[in-house]
């Protein structure tokens, strides 16, 4: 895998087990405004290594 490895909007939903709504929210910002995605066309996007950095800081936060 490379640093550049991008999840989709399915993908997050599929690990954080939200709803589609609820992911689609995350990724415009609505949820968290520090959530690190971005728009490829009409599809959202976020780096892999930024997502895993963000999921730890949140899970590290919530301890």
Do not use: H
């Not at 709803?19 to 995605?37: M, N, W």
Request: glycine content about 4%; proline content about 2%; hydrophobic content about 35%.
């Amino acid at each position: 895998m490379t640093n550049l490895e991008c999840f989709t909007v399915k993908q997050v939903k599929n690990i954080l087990q939200t709803s589609q709504g609820q992911t689609y929210a995350l990724f415009a910002g609505e949820v968290d405004k520090s959530f690190p995605s971005f728009r490829i066309g009409t599809s959202w996007r976020v780096k892999r290594l930024d997502f895993e950095s963000w999921l730890e800081k949140k899970t590290k936060a919530k301890k």
